[in-house]
């Protein structure tokens, strides 16, 4: 196929013109590189980092793991590719993440495609040409017809801004930005800022190899326990059996995963029953606690306290001292609405002699000294301080390149009151910008890699429909856009997410806008939405047809 939009009249050999680029090389951009290829189209990948991964290039602090089931938190387009590649454990760490991703990449030659150590800072929309300038932190620039983040929902850190972190004599380590050589804290006294899922799955490892960890907890957060294992030869051979079945599953669930939710109010059957169906999910570990549980659990406040209520009588169960499992246990929100992290290990943690818990809503943080940590009620000598923090999700990454629209318009100035597109896909007076999982998408209310493909899939579709139907642009409508805000903001109002301070709703960083980042009805739900959209024709959205061709008339000269 040729590229998209016909010959380009205008361009000289001195311009650098590709028909599309990829920010990112994590899950998200390999799969688009790999696309626009069978498209036929010619592609060029941006990565920040020396190599792929994205999110698991960068997060390799101790007991980094993800928290989606291995054999679900992978690729599908490739049959072969699924059928080939064998998962070591039920949840594969970061080293094995990352070994599958540069597996990916060699086997489907991505790596040709993609420039590594590159920032993009920048992006314009040229309105005469109908094309993007991208540039780079290197000063290189490209034009573009199409721009398409992948820069992932979990790739900018956090930082808090800690009075006197900068005058620490040790290493201050964020979790989002590890060391890429190994951190030796083996007779060092560690401390922990944050207690989200990177806190939660690096203290039971910092502990044992510390001389004494201190965790420095501002909220508690509600943690299941993974049950994680070495992979079972036989239930791996049977998932491969029925992967088909398997992912169809996936991609019509609530969160992405193939397990249902009981469709019964919690509150409409008997308090055995409830102890019943809790006790035997929480044995099982994993996702199936929060996305398996009953379906009122996130609308229903009575129907959440009996979640709620399970889950902090398991930790009063294993953490030995009572003032230290009061701590432990959340009681400021209701189950779910903060991401719930997946442990090994984490509760009984704190039943060690060499393990302190520092309650900072009792005693917050004055400052960092140049030994330590200093509360309003003492100082905690440290060697080596780790931010667990979190990041600035959904929406840090994207806004951190300077991306200018029609008009002038910058995207981090039309979302300062928080993201406005239609489907999470695209943003009315910036067309052809394409974001793969961007804010008002399920994303990270989900299993990611089931959502990254439904993107990239409904990308590579409707660029094959402007290819075939001579189109040169595709926008969102301001009316469709705001319908889908609106209809985003009213599914949320339904749940007890947007009560909730946390960083699903944009609480943690500071000045951030308040809304609900995710979309929260579920996978199955929204790609019905985009599905109906493209089979449409795009409704919703403004098809721009390419230029008629300018020919030479017969003689004239070249």
Request: net charge negative.
């Amino acid at each position: 196929m040729s590229p998209i939009g016909g010959p380009d009249e205008d361009r000289t050999d001195a311009d650098d013109v590709v028909d599309a680029v990829v920010v990112g090389a994590g899950f998200a951009g390999l799969y688009m590189l790999h696309k626009l290829r069978q498209l036929g189209l010619s592609a060029r990948g941006y990565e920040a980092g020396a190599g792929v991964g994205g999110t698991w290039y960068w997060n390799r602090y101790p007991g980094a793991r993800c928290d989606s089931e291995s054999v679900y938190y992978s690729y599908s387009f490739s049959e072969e590719l699924q059928q080939e590649w064998e998962w070591s454990e039920r949840y594969a760490s970061q080293p094995e993440i990352l070994r599958y991703l540069e597996h990916v990449a060699d086997r489907f030659d991505l790596r040709r495609d993609i420039q590594f150590d590159t920032w993009v800072v920048a992006a314009t929309f040229d309105e005469a040409g109908s094309r993007w300038s991208v540039r780079t932190d290197t000063g290189e620039q490209v034009r573009t017809r199409f721009l398409i983040s992948a820069v992932g929902c979990l790739s900018t850190p956090n930082v808090p801004a800690v009075p006197g972190v900068g005058r620490f004599r040790g290493p201050v380590l964020h979790t989002g930005r590890w060391p890429h050589e190994p951190v030796d804290v083996a007779g060092h006294r560690v401390g922990v800022l944050g207690t989200g899922s990177s806190g939660v799955q690096a203290i039971p490892l910092l502990a044992e190899q510390a001389e004494h960890l201190t965790v420095f907890q501002r909220t508690p957060n509600y943690s299941v326990p993974a049950r994680n294992a070495p992979t079972d030869p036989m239930v791996s051979a049977a998932v491969k059996a029925e992967y088909d079945a398997i992912r169809e599953r996936c991609r019509r669930s609530l969160g992405g995963f193939p397990f249902d939710v009981d469709p019964r109010s919690a509150l409409s059957v008997s308090p055995a029953e409830r102890e019943d169906l809790y006790r035997g999910l929480w044995d099982t570990g994993g996702m199936r606690f929060v996305f398996g549980g009953f379906a009122d659990v996130l609308t229903d406040r009575a129907a959440n306290d009996v979640a709620a209520d399970f889950v902090r009588a398991r930790i009063g169960e294993v953490v030995r001292d009572p003032a230290t499992a009061e701590a432990l246990t959340p009681r400021d929100h209701p189950f779910g609405t903060r991401r719930p992290a997946l442990d090994t290990r984490y509760y009984e943690t704190y039943n060690r002699d060499d393990v302190t818990l520092v309650d900072l809503r009792r005693t917050p943080v004055v400052e960092v000294t140049e030994g330590g940590l200093r509360t309003t009620e003492a100082e905690y000598p440290l060697d080596v301080l780790v931010l667990a923090t979190g990041f600035d999700a959904m929406t840090g990454s994207l806004l951190a390149i300077n991306i200018v629209g029609r008009e002038g318009v910058e995207l981090r100035q039309k979302w300062i009151d928080g993201p406005r597109n239609l489907l999470g896909l695209m943003s009315a007076g910036f067309p052809n910008l394409f974001t793969i999982t961007g804010p008002l998408s399920p994303s990270v209310f989900s299993n990611m890699p089931t959502c990254i493909e439904q993107h990239v899939d409904w990308i590579a579709g409707c660029l094959d429909h402007l290819q075939r139907n001579g189109h040169a642009l595709i926008e969102p409508t301001v009316e469709a856009e705001d319908g889908w805000v609106a209809h985003a903001a009213r599914v949320a109002a339904h749940t007890l997410l947007g009560a909730v301070d946390s960083w699903w709703t944009g609480a943690n960083v500071p000045g951030k806008p308040r809304v609900v980042y995710p979309y929260v009805a579920g996978v199955g739900a929204y790609r019905t939405a985009c599905d109906a959209v493209a089979a449409s024709g795009y409704d919703g959205f403004e098809l721009t047809p390419s230029a008629p061709v300018r020919r030479r008339p017969e003689g004239a000269p070249a």
